[in-house]
């Protein structure tokens, strides 16, 4: 019930952030996921979960405050939305 929650609350405040004139600018977005990755330290090693990052990656037009959340909070909700995947498929979550 949690996952679904932080889901919802993360829609909203994604939904209130896209009506702000939000100035864009050209962001490394390699360096929005290594902050990412780096926030979500100890929940990514609570859940023993395995990121991999296929480099080089893009500078890419956004907000980088903005980006950052929406990866974080993507990174953040994937292990219970692939375990939910993977259930339904009738296999299991990989871990190493």
């Not at 974080?72 to 979550?93: E, H, K, Y």
Request: proline letters at 6%; aromatic letters at 4%.
């Amino acid at each position: 019930m949690k996952f679904h929650n932080t889901l919802i609350e993360n829609l909203l405040e994604y939904s209130r952030l896209s009506k702000a004139n939000l100035p864009l600018k050209a962001v490394s977005l390699h360096l929005i996921v290594a902050r990412s990755i780096a926030q979500l330290e100890a929940e990514i090693a609570e859940k023993q979960a395995r990121i991999t990052v296929v480099q080089p990656l893009p500078t890419v037009l956004a907000h980088p405050a903005t980006l950052l959340q929406v990866l974080t909070n993507l990174l953040s909700n994937a292990p219970p939305v692939r375990a939910a995947w993977d259930r339904a498929a009738g296999a299991s979550l990989c871990r190493s």
